[in-house]
């Protein structure tokens, strides 16, 4: 049976800025792969779209697959030596400057080759980065279940993250495809300029993250290492509802979200032709996204994070349908489709920005029912479905790309690119969004009353193991 301590101390704000410090740190590279990476490889490196999509499932099923491998490792390594230092916090010192240098070397040395070489530096660098990606994502999101004992803890710091991340991908997200523009999408300058840039940035924001953060619960310190085992996570799959819900979601949301990020700027250059109308349009959206920040932990307080969740997902989806359906009657704008996207995309995004808490009480859940406590695991094979989401946005993206003839070197693209274009940005996404709203309304099984047995087992635990 897992033990778990009474925290050290209560949560600060140094907790809570340590832990947005995280996520802004690693988006600060992981957003680029999403942005700008395929404009990178299609129109700087003359990758064929077809092949990326290729690679890019191929990296992509790479990280899928070491993400719960990390997650069961780092469990199976805390169980065995029970660091002093913690159970995630050491992982994040050792894959902070792997994480940078990789990114890096991405963003630079196969610029300078050609060919076969350059295929294999592009191939074999991006292997290097989502390996660094995951060593240093897998503790971060852990640590949540280390750093809160409580709904309103979790809520918090779910928050936190999200501030975090919104910052992380926004501020790539805006600047990148400025100093692209300036240089020309067609050039290399701008894209390792960007790149280098958010390297750096990014490293000193994942120091900051560790040395803010604070483990305040240790948990699993009776748990033999042959207790932990890689097929415990076919028990949870099959016992844990929420847990799969979640699985459900990570598959949706982040179908949607790679897949936008990734055909974002082929919007803006093959219909508007002009990228840096994204910039602008994340300029204005970007008082939204702020202030939902700021107002989605008071709004979990009063609805709770499943109900929230949920809403924000339906009015998501909705206002994606209804921009896809000005497109068929009319010409929008390109601000006007900018800005609807990312209130559309916005609403949607408060699910990524609160579901770490509801991974929290998928753990609680799992150890209600199963008497094991094993967050690397579960956490690293929820990584596991938002990968698979990735890899299909991704990967699922450059092929369709192809199938509506998009020609990278053409200054204007047919009209059938054109539509092809507004269904791959718009109406694809609206069905994910749905899609996550629906695993929330109709798998989630979390109700009051199992959150108060749920409570209740806890409490009585704690007092026999005092």
Known sequence: MAKVKTPKTGLTTKHWFGYMFGDWGGCMTFTLMASIFGLYCTNVLAVDPVLMGT??????????????????????????????????????????????????????????????????????????????????NIPMGSLLSAMSTTDAERASLSSARGVGSMFGNMIPAMVGPVIIGIFGDRSSTGYMITGVA??????????????????????????????????DILVVVKKNRPF??????????????????????????????DVTYQTIASALSSPFMIGSMVAVPFMC???????????????????CVCLFGLHMVLDVHPLVHGVMLGLGSGFAMVSIQMQWGLVGEAIDYNEY??????????????????????????????????????????????????????????????????????????????????????????????????
């Open 55 to 136: 690679l890019t499932i191929i990296w992509t099923v790479w990280d899928a697959i070491n993400d719960p491998m990390m997650g069961a490792l780092m469990d199976k390594a805390f169980a065995r030596k029970q660091n002093k230092a913690g159970k995630f916090r050491p992982w994040l010192l050792r894959a902070t400057p792997l994480l940078a240098v990789s990114a890096i070397c991405l963003w630079t040395v196969p610029t300078f080759l050609d060919g076969i070489p350059m295929l294999v530096a592009l191939f074999s660098f991006k292997i290097f980065y989502e390996a660094a990606y995951t060593m240093f």
């Open 198 to 231: 958010c390297a750096i940035i990014g490293f000193v924001i994942c120091l900051l993250h560790y040395a803010l953060t604070e483990e305040r619960t240790s948990v699993g310190e009776d748990t033999k290492p042959d207790d932990i085992k890689f097929s």
């Open 244 to 273: 799969v819900a979640l699985c459900i979601h990570g598959v949706c949301i982040c179908l949607m979200q790679y897949a936008a990020q990734t055909l974002g700027l082929y919007m803006y250059s093959g219909v508007y032709h």
């Open 301 to 319: 307080k009063k609805f709770g994070l499943e109900k929230l969740i949920r809403v924000s997902l339906l009015i998501g989806g909705g206002i």
């Open 369 to 466: 029912i199963t008497g094991k406590r094993t967050e690397g695991s579960i956490y690293g094979t929820f990584n596991l479905s938002r990968r698979i989401g990735q890899a299909i946005g991704q990967g699922c993206a450059f092929y369709a790309l192809a199938w509506i003839g998009y020609e990278g070197t053409a200054t204007v693209q047919t009209a059938g690119t054109v539509f092809g274009l507004k269904v791959l940005c718009v109406l694809v996404p609206a069905v994910f969004i749905l899609g996550s709203w629906a695993a929330f309304k109709f798998v989630w099984n979390i109700t009051p009353e199992v959150r108060a047995a749920m409570a209740a087992k806890k409490t009585a635990k704690n007092e026999s193991a005092e």
